[in-house]
């Protein structure tokens, strides 16, 4: 397993920075102040210490983003969603995708799991913490 891992590792184009801190949680963090990717893609690979990106391969991208962004229109209403368009169509966009909670998207349960009565259990006891 540790061999698989470390040649999966090298087959990483760009590397993450964000340390402990999941992907989901501070792109959370960002979106509380303003839901921007092309910042969030930065966020995660810009290196402080350095003042640059981590890999020539994330300054490239965050550049095609940026490219992707001046060739449209600049209306300060959609801005956000602009941003994001452009960074989905220089990284790709996988439809329900939640392997890693991308897009914060939670994935329903299984119709077999709605009839198991330990899921049942839980779930009445976290609405009833929720409350």
């Not at 891992?5 to 590397?15: A, L, P, T, Y």
């Not at 049942?120 to 006891?125: A, G, Q």
Request: net charge positive.
């Amino acid at each position: 397993m540790s061999k698989r891992n470390q040649k999966n590792r090298q087959k990483q184009k760009v590397n993450y920075i964000g340390g402990r801190k999941s992907f989901v949680r501070i792109l959370e963090e960002m979106n509380e102040q303003d839901p921007n990717l092309i910042r969030f893609y930065k966020e995660v690979h810009w290196s402080r210490k350095k003042g640059c990106f981590i890999t020539d391969t994330a300054e490239h991208n965050y550049k095609l983003m940026l490219e992707r962004l001046d060739e449209t229109e600049v209306n300060t209403e959609n801005n956000n969603e602009k941003c994001n368009a452009a960074f989905k169509e220089v990284l790709g966009h996988r439809s329900g995708y939640a392997k890693e909670l991308g897009h914060s998207v939670i994935p329903e349960p299984s119709i077999a799991l709605h009839k198991n009565r330990d899921y049942l259990r839980i779930v009445e006891e976290n609405e009833r913490n929720k409350n």
